[in-house]
């Protein structure tokens, strides 16, 4: 089964500087990617998704994520963070024609800092 | 209008009551799902239901039992809550998924999910 790893667990930046968040998956071929975001006592937003094609793929509020096949990789980036940005931030994946069985990271919680 | 709703939003009940949740979605998705959400924010599914036929069905205590009257609903039954049933309970939905093992359709629609229904046991 799928399976995913966000290796940091909370991380802070400044507003204005530039953000990276990790995501490794586990899958014997290619998944499909996501990276959703949940704010404080919300429900989860689509940031962006990878399916095929291109691996650098453009999301919603600025935000993109780079597939990298040899890495197991599909890490989200921003280059100039605001302080909405603060969220919690998860990866998931799922099986290529079963979006059904999706499987989330454990989350990264991004703190902004003025 | 929002696209998949989910009530109530907050849940606060004595252990040992029955409970349910309500999920609706007016996407004209196919397939909804239930996650559980712990208090370490960690996400995982519970239940899938494709076209009112349950597809997935995680190893979740045969106290929770979800219902789908039709496509659209999607709804959460709990027995004999326990005090480690204090979780949010996220609905999801998307399009895609043929419900059957050998052949489930291809489907790159993402999941879209409601605000959640933060449970809380006394």
């Known amino acids: 089964a799928q399976s995913v790893t966000q290796p940091d667990i909370h991380i802070t930046v400044s507003e204005g500087a530039s953000l990276e968040l990790r995501c490794n998956y586990s899958y014997g071929a290619t998944p499909y990617l996501f990276w959703y975001v949940q704010s404080p006592g919300q429900g989860l937003q689509l940031l962006l998704k990878y399916f095929s094609g291109d691996t650098l793929v453009q999301g919603i509020k600025g935000f993109e994520a780079e597939f990298k096949r040899s890495q197991s990789s599909f890490n989200l980036r921003k280059p100039s963070v605001h302080w909405s940005d603060a969220a919690e931030y998860f990866c998931a994946v799922a099986p290529q024609y079963n979006n059904n069985d999706m499987r989330f990271g454990a989350g990264t919680r991004l703190t902004v800092k003025p | 209008d929002t696209a998949v709703s989910q009530t109530p939003k907050y849940l606060v009940t004595q252990m040992g009551n029955d409970k349910s949740i309500k999920c609706e979605q007016n996407?004209?998705?196919?397939?909804m799902y239930w996650y559980k959400q712990d208090s370490k924010k960690f996400l995982k599914i519970m239940f899938s239901?494709?076209?009112?036929?349950?597809?997935i069905n995680e190893t979740v205590p045969n106290r929770f039992s979800p219902k789908s009257p039709d496509k659209a609903h999607l709804n959460l039954h709990i027995n004999s809550l326990e005090l480690g049933d204090s979780a949010v309970y996220f609905c999801?939905?998307?399009?895609?998924?043929?419900?059957?093992?050998?052949?489930?359709?291809?489907?790159?629609?993402?999941?879209?999910f409601g605000d959640g229904t933060r449970l809380s046991i006394l």
């Open positions: 996407l004209g998705h196919d397939t």
């Open positions: 999801a939905s998307s399009q895609g998924g043929s419900g059957t093992g050998d052949s489930l359709l291809m489907s790159n629609q993402p999941q879209h």
């Open positions: 239901y494709n076209n009112k036929e349950l597809i």
